[in-house]
């Protein structure tokens, strides 16, 4: 455990304020470079790290303010004989009116330099000789950018002033505030857990089409040179000296793009550059930088998330000449990446759309969406994580984010269904979804030490669960107030009192908990939720099915059964195995293949859909429902995965507050994503049965064969593991028999079952 010296820093003038830039600054001398040099690093809740000038990185990854981590940086190389300055630029969102709850808690900076030359050490932390400053360089009073995610920019880059370099003259500035010890269990940040995943990684990224160049009485040449990657001369000209104009130029970046921009602009006299962003061409102003005379190296301290970006230039007596116009993006560095390509071409091309939103997802945590609000709904988090174990091959992100829910866990047992901070928002079928993400994740690894972590929030929200159960033996009450009765986004289920899918979803809750209690020798406790799951499935067949429907109601009142039968109540049921195969087999007869319920539009509940489908042996359906619904998306332009969408809207819409294909139409507070992890189920599924191999036992270094081959000829692919590269291929002859190959890496075994059509090859 490390041992910190350092304390906890700010300005006490900036309590209570919102949007706080604080900059912050130290300087050391040193008789000799070390021989080696730490740097600790947090901040409440971001921040930047230089040294000489040199910036070493940013950070933290978000986390609870009781559960707070910091990044370490070896930086032993940038230190010099001399005078020395460590410089922190450091961010504060300072307000509780944020639609999920998340960057909570009072402005803090916390830093410790550890330093060895030969036998003698040095510690440099952050403590009250500090000097620090409110940044002159962003604006405070600036409007947000809305309810659910944090403030615009403005940025003044003529003050500028090279203040994280040596020999700067920081006399007029103030003493820092010391604001809590490291530690201080009373203090606003009790814990400190050192970061559990690697850094983020940068890649660069260039602007790929122009969409459009707007002269509005100004003038715009060479646009082109910003295009495409390199570090070739570039020299795009905007001419604003006319009263009013406002020259523009739309590039688009041909699909998601997260990170950072990076402009390099000449304006000899200055001017005003505007960037609006957006995942369509309906794009929102962010970000506003008031030029200095001459070069003006520009880059936004907030994270954005657009396709297409737009310069808008103001205000400017002479021609302003961008040198630079690309995107420093970040995404989580996962070391290898699967694939998979089959006889099918919209089938790959929907596969690899799923990869690539995920991607764009996992970041510090697995974020819902980039855009929006950023934060780890729990929901999303395990959709992605099933593909991340059949596309990456990585365990620490979803580990990291499965125990970020934990260690929210509210008193009375059950998990917020956001985070990564701890919140309000409960969601009685997300406290299921995240005991369905652990059952998950401990059989793709059997992670013995991540069980033992959560078992006690395990045991404690299955205890949340049996405590809502009424005299019917059913989970009562999912509908009060305060809670969010999710299920899917859609209105056309009936949330009111016992809830089938509710009890449905605690049912299958109960019987993965049943599983993981025997592994970790807790047979006591396993045998309870075994006879609790018995009852339960007793009771919502006893009270919740129609017998001349041949089907579950959405829900029991007091006045009754609900006349309301949906799909999702119905997929839930057969899903968590309340509903036997025989009547499973006849709801779809009578209810799917005859379209007689509400389409299903939200792409998260899909996931339930279509992996009941595969269990159910009906791939054929599974495969067209694929093709219809994401690839209703493709046909109109999708290039990531939407958070909704309605294939039976009209083709010119797309999700929109404006256009429809969302439950937030017309709701212009709400921004809608176009980039939403949750939608990208059909990548793990059709990893998982149209290349034919289960790695969901990987824990037990076991593989099967998943294969459900419907109507494809052919597929080839890899899927990344601990192990090594899993490869497979097959082929269907004239007969109908496949010819599978499978490679396996050394470690990893194969079950031996093949069905009597196919032959399967070790190579």
């Given at each position: 455990?490390?041992e ?9 003038s900036a309590?209570g304020k919102?949007?706080?830039y604080?900059e ?12 080696q040099?730490t740097l600790?690093?947090?901040a409440n809740?971001e ?27 070896e930086?032993?190389?940038w230190?010099v ?10 961010y504060?969102f300072?307000?509780?009116e ?5 960057f ?12 060895r ?7 440099i932390g952050?403590?009250?000789t500090?000097?620090?400053r409110r940044?002159p360089?962003?604006v405070?009073?600036v409007s947000r950018?809305?309810?659910w995610n944090g ?7 003529d ?7 040596a ?10 505030d010391v ?11 009790p ?12 890649e ?13 009485y ?10 495409g ?26 699909r ?9 602009a ?26 200095k005379k ?11 998330a ?14 302003v ?5 690309m ?8 070391a290898?990446?699967g ?18 939103t995920t ?7 697995l ?42 866990q509210n008193?009375?047992g ?9 919140n ?23 992670d013995?030490?991540?069980l033992?972590?959560?078992?006690e929030?395990?045991?404690?929200v ?6 809502q159960?009424?005299?019917t ?15 899917d ?24 908990a ?5 592994a970790l020798?807790?047979p006591e406790?396993?045998r ?5 799951a ?7 067949r ?6 001349d ?14 006349s309301?039968?949906?799909?999702q109540t119905?997929?839930a049921?057969?899903?968590s ?14 209810y799917w293949?005859t379209?007689?319920l509400p389409?299903?539009?939200?792409a998260?509940?899909?996931h ?8 159910l042996?009906?791939?054929e ?10 690839g ?33 139409y ?8 176009l ?6 189920s059909?990548t ?15 824990g ?15 597929a ?5 593991t601990?192990?090594g ?19 396996l890496p050394?470690?990893l ?14 190579m």
């Amino acid at each position: 455990m490390k041992e910190w010296k350092a304390n906890w820093i700010w300005d006490d003038s900036a309590k209570g304020k919102p949007n706080v830039y604080i900059e912050a600054r130290t300087c050391f001398s040193l008789p000799a470079i070390p021989d080696q040099a730490t740097l600790c690093m947090t901040a409440n809740q971001e921040y930047v790290a230089l040294l000489n000038g040199r910036t070493v990185g940013r950070g933290p990854s978000p986390a609870d303010n009781g559960w707070q981590y910091y990044d370490s940086f070896e930086v032993g190389e940038w230190l010099v004989e001399g005078e020395n300055v460590l410089a922190v630029l450091a961010y504060n969102f300072g307000t509780k009116e944020i639609a999920t709850q998340q960057f909570q808690g009072p402005g803090g900076l916390l830093a410790q330099l550890d330093i060895r030359i030969g036998e003698a050490s040095l510690c440099i932390g952050t403590d009250e000789t500090w000097k620090l400053r409110r940044s002159p360089r962003w604006v405070q009073a600036v409007s947000r950018q809305h309810h659910w995610n944090g403030y615009r920019e403005l940025y003044v880059a003529d003050k500028e002033d090279g203040w994280e370099l040596a020999g700067y003259e920081d006399a007029g500035w103030a003493h820092a505030d010391v604001v809590a010890l490291a530690l201080q269990a009373d203090g606003p940040w009790p814990r400190l857990l050192e970061r559990e995943i690697p850094f983020l990684l940068r890649e660069p990224r260039w602007p790929e089409n122009i969409v459009a160049i707007d002269a509005n009485y100004g003038a715009v040449s060479a646009s082109e040179s910003m295009l495409g990657p390199g570090e070739h001369d570039r020299a795009m000209s905007m001419e604003a000296e006319r009263p009013g104009a406002m020259p523009g130029v739309v590039f688009d970046f041909a699909r998601e793009a997260v990170g950072y921009m990076e402009i390099v602009a000449d304006a000899p006299e200055g001017g005003v550059l505007q960037m609006l962003y957006g995942e369509t061409l309906d794009m929102a102003l962010l970000d506003t930088f008031v030029l200095k005379k001459g070069r003006n190296v520009l880059s936004p301290f907030g994270r954005r998330a657009f396709r297409y970006v737009k310069l808008v230039l103001q205000a400017a007596p002479e021609t302003v000449r961008l040198r630079r116009c690309m995107l420093q993006q970040v995404r989580y560095p996962f070391a290898q990446q699967g694939r998979l390509e089959t006889s099918n071409p919209v089938l790959n091309r929907i596969w690899d759309i799923g990869r690539y939103t995920t991607m764009m997802n996992s970041q510090d945590h697995l974020e819902d969406c980039p855009l929006r609000e950023k934060a780890l709904w729990v929901a999303d988090a395990v959709v992605m994580g099933k593909l991340i174990a059949y596309t990456f091959g990585d365990k620490a992100l979803v580990r990291k984010c499965l125990l970020q829910a934990a260690r929210i866990q509210n008193a009375d047992g059950s998990i917020p269904g956001t985070g990564p901070e701890r919140n309000t928002f409960l969601l009685p079928d997300f406290c299921a979804h995240w005991l369905f993400g652990v059952y998950d994740y401990w059989r793709y690894t059997k992670d013995e030490r991540f069980l033992a972590d959560v078992w006690e929030p395990i045991r404690r929200v299955l205890g949340w669960f049996h405590a809502q159960l009424d005299e019917t033996g059913l989970f009562a009450k999912a509908d009060r107030p305060g809670w969010w009765c999710f299920i899917d986004w859609s209105d056309d289920i009936d949330r009111r009192d016992r809830v089938t899918a509710i009890s449905c979803f605690y049912y299958k809750a109960l019987r993965n908990a049943e599983e993981m209690g025997e592994a970790l020798g807790q047979p006591e406790q396993a045998r309870l939720w075994g006879e609790r799951a018995l009852a339960l499935r007793e009771a919502i067949r006893a009270h919740l099915w129609l017998d001349d429907a041949g089907a579950f109601a959405d829900c029991l009142t007091d006045k009754g059964l609900s006349s309301s039968i949906t799909l999702q109540t119905n997929f839930a049921a057969i899903w968590s195995g309340v509903m036997t195969q025989p009547e499973a087999g006849q709801f779809l007869n009578e209810y799917w293949r005859t379209g007689r319920l509400p389409d299903i539009k939200g792409a998260f509940f899909y996931h339930i859909v279509l992996e009941t489908l595969f269990a159910l042996g009906q791939e054929e359906i599974a495969y067209e429902e694929i093709a219809a619904y994401w690839g209703g998306m493709l046909e109109r332009g999708a290039t990531s995965w939407w958070e909704v969408f309605d294939p039976h809207s009209p083709d010119c819409t797309l999700p929109s507050p404006y256009q429809g294909n969302t439950p937030t139409y017309l709701m212009d507070h709400v921004p809608v994503s176009l980039c939403h992890g949750w939608g990208a189920s059909p990548t793990y599924l059709l990893t998982k049965h149209a290349l034919g191999i289960s790695v969901d036992e990987l824990g037990e270094k076991t593989v099967c064969l998943a294969l459900a081959s419907g109507t494809l000829q052919w597929a080839k692919g890899e899927i990344p593991t601990t192990f090594g590269i899993l490869k497979a291929e097959w082929s269907r002859n004239a007969e109908g028999r496949i010819d599978y190959c499978l490679w396996l890496p050394e470690g990893l075994q194969w079950d031996g079952a093949s069905p009597a059509n196919c032959e399967v090859r070790l190579m």
